[in-house]
């Protein structure tokens, strides 16, 4: 039993609090708390496979009909507030053209090597070193997701792919797929041998092309920023791999990189169905 | 022998025209000009490959060293004026953190048709069908040069490859890929035939994987936007592929559908060197 939307007037009412000044708390941070935009990503945060609750919706009114049968199919339902788009922009400080926002809760983060399944099983891991662009974080969790990765994980310099651009980017990606922290004091390698997964570090400038590699049942797939690239130290001990590429303009984005890896590996461990 | 920058002091200097009302002149065009941005796009602009001319370059005073070798190698060496950032800033309306720009000049577009080596040379082609937002455009520049395509060509919809955004997201591909637009009144189908190409048109719902794929020698790559994707009278004449992905979040990004069939098929014709 679905309960009604309650219909919120008033920008000032407390319940609205969370979705107040949305620019300047995507730059200070949410305190346990991020935001859901549009109507697909709210069916990822509400769906069987979220990876997280919903504290609460704002919708315009017009947006419920189609929305009230994933709130109903929720376990637990999050109250549902009903605004105008004009309340809704008033609230947030900006103009809300779609209608359809929610909180989200972030609860504890996982435990990295919680994540991944244990040998013998096939794993596949992303491993995100350095990647402080919103844009890349999010489109290698759509990648990531759309391939199967079993995990992403996230060293300390990456940004949060909860962020609201990186939600929107990964197309709600990141609220399905699992990921966690590097923790404070490992690195890669060690990673890569706690977890039993075969470390393939990516950069321009390896030889090994991806194509030639006979791909490992357990991968992390460790990549860096487009600029400096792994770390010397990774690169040195993880089995660095290129990805061939034409001559003269040798130049791929990080998350297209980590498409082509992920689409091959994900292949090679027989992820992705028959073909 | 290189001549020396001017120096430009003055932000009404009539020189500096082009460089005004930037954001404004994004919007409405700029009558067979473009920007260029940033010492890398820049190079490509001056460099061998480049399709276009610049027109002038305006630069911070101590960015000259680093760029006066590649002002020189130009056979047509553009004039360089010199502007504190101050300046640029002012003359631009919004804050030149780099303090490289040009104008390019877009010359004559070519015909789709002069872009496509002749049968039975093997042919890469990618069609862009629809793709309205400049970074997807951009992006499938940058996999398009990376993966060495003979061309890309674009149906009236798609928007400019020489818009500032565009540019910038293909890091400075657009400069070097040889682009045209689908003629008017011709539709994919017939362009296809018209060169001897094999349509691909690539899309969710299709049966055949990419990966089993037997890649043909001259391959026409059918891209259409995430949402709507490809009319159906193109996707029923061409050949259509999907790219395998796992079960339940089968969404990727066009431009990284894009990289990943330009990887398969650009190696499948050898164009990327011995593996």
Known sequence: MTPDPEDLGDPDDPRLEPYTRMRERDLVGRAGRFIVEGEVTLR?????????RAESILIAP???????????????????????????????????????????????????TALVPPPPAPALVVGLAGLTNHDNVGAAFRNAAAFGADAVILDGESCD????????????????????????????????????????????????????LTVPARALLILGTEGPGLDAATLAQARPLRIPMAAGFDSLNVATAAGIALFTIARGQGRLGPS
């Open 44 to 52: 990822l945060l509400l769906g069987r496979r979220s990876r997280f």
């Open 62 to 112: 017009e947006r419920w009909p189609s929305l009230v049968a994933d709130v109903a199919a929720c376990p637990e339902p999050p109250p549902v507030y009903c605004a105008s788009k004009a309340v809704m922009s008033a609230v947030t400080g900006f103009p809300i053209h779609r209608g359809v926002l929610a909180i989200g809760l972030r609860g504890a983060e996982p435990a990295a």
């Open 161 to 212: 792919p909860l962020y609201r651009k990186s939600i929107r980017v990964s197309a709600g990606a990141a609220l399905i797929q699992p990921f966690g922290r590097l923790p404070a004091g490992q690195d890669w390698l060690r990673l890569a041998d706690a977890l039993d997964l075969q470390p393939l570090a990516f950069s321009p400038g390896a030889t090994e092309p991806l194509d030639a």
